[in-house]
């Protein structure tokens, strides 16, 4: 069985910055795409950040040149650093991999509980 973690989530100003973190945990053989995902109330989840096994990344339009996601491979985390934070920003962020459990590489795809993220004007 394979976990996903999320923390670093809060209450924060308009215009400062916050991290997220994800470590992913149990039965891990190989991790494709890390991503994060958010979800407003009264909207849809939707997909904030991607970064493949090699690093190459994606963004929404919404977070460009605002939000940074990266990856240590070795420890199996991935994080979204979140600068110059909009109230529109406030959502449940959750983390989101495929995972193959072993050396058949059969990737599935995990998700994290969330974490909330507050950002007030």
């Known amino acids: 069985q394979v976990q996903l973690v999320e923390s670093g989530g809060g209450l924060v100003q308009a215009g400062r910055s916050l991290t997220l973190s994800c470590a992913a945990s149990?039965?891990?053989?190989?991790?494709?795409?890390m991503n994060w995902y958010r979800q407003a109330p009264g909207k849809q989840r939707e997909l904030v950040a991607v970064?493949?096994?090699?690093?190459?990344?994606d963004y929404a339009d919404s977070v460009k040149g605002r939000f940074a996601i990266s990856r240590d491979n070795s420890k199996n985390m991935v994080y979204l650093q979140m600068d110059s934070l909009k109230p529109e920003d406030t959502a449940v962020y959750y983390c989101?991999?495929?995972?193959?459990?072993?050396?058949?590489?059969?990737?599935?795809?995990?998700w994290g509980q969330g974490t909330q993220v507050t950002v007030t004007s």
């Open positions: 149990g039965s891990i053989w190989s991790i494709k795409d």
């Open positions: 970064i493949d096994s090699d690093g190459g990344t």
């Open positions: 989101n991999a495929d995972v193959a459990p072993n050396s058949d590489y059969r990737f599935h795809n995990y």
